[in-house]
């Protein structure tokens, strides 16, 4: 292309590799799909590729599928890059986002898209960007597709049939046949997932070539054969202990494996192996599995389902926390799937049966302390003390000894080599796989020469704390907070116990009445909301539950010290000493501070995709410690040494020999080479497709094919319509596939902002479309109800439409559930209520969003075409505008719509003549009166005046 030909000076120096220089020049000639090995840079040609277009101006470019962070990663690079290469005509990138900017302000700036030029980022999940082009709409004109240079899709694996990314380019190749396509992807495993698969994707992308670079691609591998880095491969042995766990968990999830196989015979099991079982997608492949069957699976198998979530879980906290917090992690997981004593209700997962599961706890907790710490013991010994009854063993992980090894050879060798040899800062990264590791790091390095000389009278003679480098101070620390925490586990248990008898009796469980609380909690708070101690002292807080059910422990946020001082009166000296600082403008801080030398920091990170090669750029390490694996950022470790030849670098990546963690790794490296060899195979094989011309838009004489009407009662002459099949679409639909779906099945989409329905069929057809989750939720709140007697009142056939998902079972109850007493707060007596209240209504079941397309196109055949502009009247007051943007700002009118006192009968009066909720919180009764009537101001006056000690 000229543009890039023309900026090619500008971003040359951006791409150093060979292989980099060649795929820029390859995306810049034709449309393709390119398929990308992790690691190797792929969001750097990204903005290179957007920066050779923004500098040469006059170009808009529409950035699809780019996550929050990417959108920050591109407009940082392009703005650095226009600075460098000092380009005029380039403008950056431009974002419009439904979050954070106000509807006038993304008016104002797709009202002048034509300036913006750059890059363009429209957040699509609330609502289309071409929906603005297609007419009787309030953003009609904003923004048109022949208006986009082109279009750069990230993520492309996640583009499937029914997204809005697939919507998008639908509407773009139709609209303009001379914008460019790129699509980028480095991810290859999900293009070897099915029939087809790339020729599938690339049907959705509307591309015909597809590029791929694996990292065993001649140019690939000959750019990073360079200039190697320094690689020094560090094996560490794992303890007994740790082995024989890890052999327990394997076993565990090697049963639970083969009972998933026998209760699910038909399925395809070929992946059900303990090789993919190490993988974190290992779950989401069975759950996808199961969900078409899900309300046939026995609840053995949900069970079972849900155990391999948490032995993969165990396996990772193994390799990775310390063992106090492993085996504080295992009482949590045990306290869960137990039933609470007294009941007979039998919870527990199949696997905490087995032998192995015992070797689990036994072995971990061996490798805390030895001897008793029961409940007694634990409550009457002093918080912070060690029981006498206990003897500390606190195995350390093996890595930790190895890392200080390793920091001290680092340490020798900057002392003798204290004159750079090169343009790096010396520093030293020491890279892991979550911010949990990070912290324990961190807390590792800061207390290793630390010595727990405050518990030299307990029960402790371990050899450790005579070595110069231990874990020893952490450990013990960890184990007081452990005891602590153990202690305020049992009551909190206790008391949720209580109240979950309470909920489930009505009262005391024996005699049906209130139940009181125990002496030791009368007049105090419960267990799980006691005060915090001064200082912060661990004893305070207790353990808390997650959404999901999951004890977790909550952690101490610093005590206010207005608090601590409080009703302690300053003197004058104080006075005068806080004045004094108040006003010190630091001019003096050089003599007290000074910036720590680069050379002498040691960095703990958490591995983060593609941001790791902006760490690695502005730290400029000396020294790469991979504490745990990662093949993608051992390749953005090649890149980066390839790319900077005056820069040495030397990596140490430490790994548990015989382990999980060494399994995985392989098999991840495996399963990434035979993707790519799998697509190089489908890709010499792929047939071309001739029904698109070379810009991916379907034939005219195609187009006309399909708008001709061959049922034709009794057999008579063809009849072709004068255009496609309308159908009048409410803007927030948009969120759902079914727009995407009937749009590609060539119906003319109108999208408007409707008051009564969400899709106009004709002129007598009215749809309500309401997915299960959303069905239950218009239940809940009476909008349902609303819905339906609005849609009589204006439409002759009006229809409730029931969709379920693609990939999940036709049913609304399991079938063992079926046989129960059905209550009249269930869905199934609410639409029996609903149906005998409005008995004109229809209701129409749908499997899927396809089987949805299809029914909308038999309700259409014999019927005329609806009319946009009496649809959006319908429903509205008079004087009422519907171009009002206050009326299509969904988030505002859902909480307006939850104030008591706030129906559905006058809410519009609100949104007329009020500006936003702050107003209406700031109204005089009276005021609100004029607008609602004087019963309804009432309540919406008191819930904004009303006290928080009422």
């Known amino acids: 292309m000229t543009t890039i030909e023309a900026s090619q000076s500008q971003v040359k120096l951006s791409l150093p590799l060979e292989y980099q220089k060649d795929l820029f020049h390859e995306i810049g000639q034709e449309d393709e799909l390119v398929i990308l090995a992790r690691g190797l840079g792929l969001l750097r040609i990204i903005t290179n590729f957007l920066h050779a277009h923004d500098a040469a101006g006059d170009n808009l470019i529409l950035i699809v599928g780019a996550d929050e962070r990417e959108n920050w990663w591109i407009g940082e690079a392009l ?130 070539k597809p590029s791929l670079w694996p990292r065993f691609h001649v140019t690939v591998a000959k750019s990073l054969e360079v200039k190697q880095a320094e690689v020094v491969e560090l094996e560490v042995a794992m303890t007994d202990s740790m082995r024989e766990i890890q052999t327990a968990v394997l076993e565990c999830i090697e049963v639970s494996i083969s009972e998933l196989k026998k209760g699910n015979t038909v399925l395809d099991m070929e992946d059900w192996n ?10 989401i492949i069975i759950r996808r599995q199961l969900d078409p069957v899900w309300h046939r699976v026995s609840w053995k198998t949900r069970q079972i389902v849900n155990d391999l979530t948490v032995l993969r879980g165990i396996l990772h906290s193994l390799l990775t926390c310390d063992c106090v917090t492993f085996y504080q992690h295992l009482e949590t997981i045990l306290a869960t799937h137990s039933p609470p004593a007294g009941t007979t209700r039998q919870s527990q997962s199949p696997w905490l049966f087995l032998d192995a599961a015992h070797t689990i706890f036994s072995v971990a907790k061996s490798r805390v302390y ?55 800062y010396g520093t030293t990264l020491i890279m892991c796989s979550d911010e949990k590791t990070c912290r324990q790091i961190r807390e590792y390095l800061q207390t290793m020469n630390e010595r727990p000389l405050e518990d030299a009278g307990d029960n402790d003679t371990d050899e450790s704390l005579k070595k110069e480098s231990s874990a020893a101070f952490m450990m013990r620390r960890r184990l007081r907070g452990y005891l602590t925490w153990k202690s305020d586990f049992s009551k909190i248990s206790a008391s949720l116990f209580t109240e979950d008898q309470k909920a489930r009796l009505g009262g005391n469980p024996s005699s049906g009445g209130p139940r009181r609380q125990p002496d030791s909690f009368r007049g105090k708070a419960p267990p799980n909301k006691r005060r915090r101690l001064r200082g912060g002292a661990s004893a305070a807080s207790g353990p808390g539950r997650s959404a999901t059910g999951v004890i977790t422990i909550s952690e101490d946020k610093p005590v206010n010290v207005a608090e601590l001082f409080s009703g302690v009166k300053p003197t004058e000296e104080e006075k005068a000493l806080k004045q004094e600082i108040g006003v010190d403008p630091f001019d003096n801080m050089e003599d007290y501070f000074q910036p720590y030398e680069m050379g002498d920091l040691i960095v703990v990170h958490p591995y983060d995709g593609d941001m790791d090669e902006r760490v690695l750029e502005e730290l400029k390490p000396r020294y790469v410690i991979m504490y745990e694996l990662d093949p993608a950022f051992i390749r953005r470790v090649e890149v980066y040494r390839s790319s900077h030849r005056d820069r040495n670098i030397r990596v140490y990546f430490m790994y548990y020999g015989n382990s999980v963690e060494e399994q995985r790794y392989l098999s991840t490296v495996r399963k990434e080479k035979d993707s790519f060899t799998k697509l190089i195979r489908e890709k010499g094989n792929m047939s071309i497709t001739l029904t698109l011309d070379s810009k991916g838009v379907d034939d005219p004489q195609e187009v006309f094919l399909r708008t001709v009407n061959t049922r034709i009662a009794g057999g008579g002459r063809l009849v072709a319509t004068a255009e496609p099949p309308r159908v009048i679409v409410d803007v927030r639909e948009f969120r759902s596939s079914l727009p995407s779906l009937l749009h590609g099945r060539n119906t003319l989409l109108v999208p408007c902002t409707l008051t009564v329905g969400d899709y106009i069929l004709s002129p007598d057809i009215c749809v309500e479309r309401k997915s299960i989750k959303d069905l239950i939720g218009s239940f809940k709140d009476g909008r349902l109800y609303n819905q339906c ?98 009326a299509h700002n969904q988030a505002p009118l859902d ?45 919406v006056y008191q819930f904004f005046n009303k006290s928080v000690f009422e």
């Open 79 to 208: 703005a650095e890059k226009a600075a460098v290469s000092q380009a005029v005509k380039a403008r950056g990138l431009s974002i419009v986002n439904t979050e954070s900017q106000t509807v006038a302000a993304r008016w104002n700036l797709l009202g002048n898209v034509e300036n913006i030029g750059g890059g363009l980022v429209i957040e699509y999940d609330v609502k289309t960007p071409f929906e603005y082009a297609n007419g009787f709409s309030q953003y009609a004109g904003l923004i048109k597709p022949e208006t986009i240079t082109g279009m750069v899709v990230l993520h492309a694996d996640r583009v499937i049939a029914t997204s809005l990314e697939a919507f998008i380019l639908r509407i773009f190749r139709q609209k303009n046949k001379s914008g460019f396509i790129k699509a980028f992807s480095d991810n290859p495993e999900p293009f070897c997932t099915g029939f087809a698969p790339l020729a599938t994707m690339m049907r959705n992308l509307f591309l015909r």
């Open 789 to 886: 007697e609005t849609m009589l009142l204006h439409y002759k056939s009006p229809m409730l439409l029931i969709e379920f998902d693609q990939n999940k079972s036709f049913n609304l109850e399991p079938f063992a559930d079926l046989t129960s007493t059905i209550g009249q707060h269930d869905l199934q007596s609410k639409l029996v209520l609903l149906t005998i209240a409005f008995p004109r209504i229809k209701i129409i079941w749908s499997s899927s969003p396809y089987q949805t397309a299809e029914i909308f196109e038999e309700l259409k055949k014999n019927q005329p075409e609806p009319d946009p502009l009496t649809a959006i009247k319908i429903g509205l007051e008079d004087g009422e505008d519907s171009t009002n943007p206050r």
């Open 895 to 939: 909480i307006l719509r939850a104030i008591p006192g706030i129906t559905s009968k006058n809410y519009k009066n609100i949104m007329m003549d009020v500006e936003n909720i702050v107003e209406l919180s700031n109204m005089e009764e009276k005021e609100i009166a004029a607008l609602i009537g004087p019963e309804a101001a009432r309540k």
């Open 370 to 424: 030895t001897g008793t710490a029961s409940k007694a013991v634990i409550n009457s010994n002093p918080i912070g003390k060690i029981p006498s009854t206990l003897t500390p063993v606190l195995e350390e992980q093996p890595k930790w000894s190895l890392l200080t090894e390793i920091l001290e050879e680092i340490e020798r060798e900057a002392h003798f080599n204290q004159v750079p040899q090169d343009s790096t």
């Open 274 to 283: 303990m090789d993919s079982a190490l993988h974190k997608s290992f779950d």
